[in-house]
């Protein structure tokens, strides 16, 4: 058991550290309200979320209903992905249909079919450099990054041997064709509003 300078006790299996002592230590901290959290290759990235960057998410929540149910559509709620303890909680991400959780009650990675991630401005690498890659890894079918600072997205597909194949990127107003996809439609962006 690790003890941490503010008296948390850590749980270690095996003296290593696992995801879910590092969710429950995060559980205990005093995070505010609006701050997305999540654990990228061992490290842990809290970015408050702006309304613009809400405002992107909901019209993408929003769009995927024609598609999805609800209770197939998740925001910040965490799944494990493979590489070195990646907990992430994806902005956007849809199910497979009949999708199961896990014996802990957990979503799987292998359900994913469709995540997006609106980028925060001091932790954007992450979402273009380890997280793509796990995505990846994941064999995730559709991973669309969304830009507020710049007005740009970019669509990544054909998931295979770790990496994606297929990238393309426009401005905002140009629409996400996600039609070769699990997804099987079209993202309208020309709403999405800059930072």
């Known amino acids: 058991m690790a003890v941490l300078e503010d008296g948390i006790e850590m749980a270690e ?38 309304h613009t960057h809400w405002q ?10 024609a598609r999805y149910s609800m209770q197939r559509l998740m925001s910040d709620v965490r799944i494990d992905f493979p590489g070195h303890l990646n907990g992430f909680a994806a902005d956007v991400a849809a199910l497979a249909e009949g999708f199961e959780p896990d014996d ?43 830009n507020p600072y710049t007005g740009r997205w970019h669509l990544h597909t054909q998931p295979k041997g770790g990496e994606y194949h297929c990238e393309v990127g426009f401005r905002f107003g140009d629409e996400v064709d996600l039609t070769g996809t699990p997804v099987d439609l079209v993202l309208k962006t020309d709403e999405f509003p800059r930072d």
């Open 13 to 50: 299996i095996g003296g290593e550290l696992t995801l879910d002592a590092m969710f429950e230590w995060l559980e205990k901290m005093p995070v505010p309200e609006g701050t997305k959290v999540e654990i990228v290759g061992g490290n842990i990235f809290m970015a408050p979320q702006s």
């Open 56 to 65: 992107i998410i909901a019209n993408i929540l929003d769009q995927l209903c």
């Open 104 to 146: 802990e009650d957990r979503l799987r990675y292998q359900d994913v079919e469709f995540v997006a991630e609106v980028i925060s401005k001091g932790t954007a690498w992450k979402d273009y450099e380890p997280k793509k890659a796990a995505y990846a890894a994941a064999e995730v079918p559709a991973y669309l990054i969304v």
